[in-house]
């Protein structure tokens, strides 16, 4: 049995951050309807690459989902999304402001007909918020929450992440409370609803920055500090011979990296002798720390090195890097897929490991509509002549991609 079999979700996300916490559970076992609104469906169906009329991105996000198009502008439309509310377990929705509640959909409206219903809505600012009237995406969110101004050189302009860390943060944010909150109603038997802010995952991820400003009363000012950290050293990243690498000693791996550059008069020099030390006269070392690289031909030679002394160390891999990389291979973390329409290509496997559940279900992204028959024939239990009533009126669509 999968962790989430027999768990029913009704799924009204697009692009990412939603999409996210079904892709997660549908990994899991969980029957996930996805609502699609007509007439497109979810607009990251048309974002790149695109084969064939066939988004990879929406394939990569939408893997195991059933797809039910329908018109939430009609009566009709509505209808069949009150009747799957009162039949599922949790809802999850990431429109923008005012949407659910214009389509009378918000947590409100829900709990009438399902009292036991788990709901999930994630959006920029979150719902309960003095700006819950904004909009934003992910790069919205890294900006407000601090993430870009620690990201980039010290005295260069503030940057984004390379990746969509906002939208995944708070989309595994929210899927780990969906999951205690199922545990909550297993013991109370109550629903409840998740507010879950895209600003408020990204914050959350500060270990200094925050306590570091307040404890020092204003002393310690955060700000980017490019490829090295500013209060511990070596903590950063070093040119290599043939590629970058990070190297990351704390006090407890000082000497180990002293032992390793065959240069224990560093340990206790007293321009080195202290973490924080080493951070003030960090211009120093990192100069002695890359003379020593250069006595190296490769940059795993110096990898090797450095494990023989037990000093954390990387080399700064590029996602085409890890594609075919034995670890990312060996452990699943990328993954061959097969989709009808786009062939085999690889995306990131699932990242949770589970004992009871070691291995993964074969799923497949739906056609846009591709289950609108099955999902009102068994679900609320209606017939052919329903259906395709329904389809004529363009209350229900379908499209092969």
Sequence with gaps: MKM?????????????????????????????????????????????????????????????????????????????????????????????????????????????????LIMASISAYGRESPLSHKTGYDWVAQAFAGIMHMTGNADGPPLPAGLSMADVSSGVHAFSAIGYALFHRLRTGIGQWIDIAMVDSLFHMFEIPVQGYTLSKGAYVPHRAGSNHPLVAPFGVFKGPTGYLVILALQLQWRGLCEAMERLDLENDPRFATSTVRATNQQALTAIIEEWLTHFSTTDEVLERLEQYR?????????????NHPYFRARGTVRDIVDPVLGQFSIPGFPLRFSAQPDLPDLTAPLLGEHNGTVLAEMLGYDEAQIAALEAKGVLMRSDR
């Design 4 to 116: 989430l079999e027999g768990i029913k979700v009704l799924d009204f996300t697009q692009y990412l951050s939603g999409p996210t916490v079904t892709r997660l559970m549908a990994e899991m076992g969980a029957e996930i309807i996805k609502i699609e609104t007509a007439p497109g469906g979810d607009p990251s169906r048309l974002l790149p690459v695109v084969v064939d009329g066939r988004s990879g991105y929406f394939v990569q996000q939408n893997r195991g989902k059933q797809s039910l198009c329908v018109d939430l502008r009609t009566e009709e439309g509505l209808e069949i999304v009150r009747g799957l509310v009162a039949k599922v377990d949790v809802v999850v929705e990431n429109f923008g402001p005012g949407v659910m509640e214009k389509r009378g959909l918000a947590w409100n409206d829900l709990k009438q007909i399902n009292p036991t």
């Design 311 to 323: 000093v954390p160390s990387a080399p700064v891999l590029s996602p085409a890097d890890a594609v």
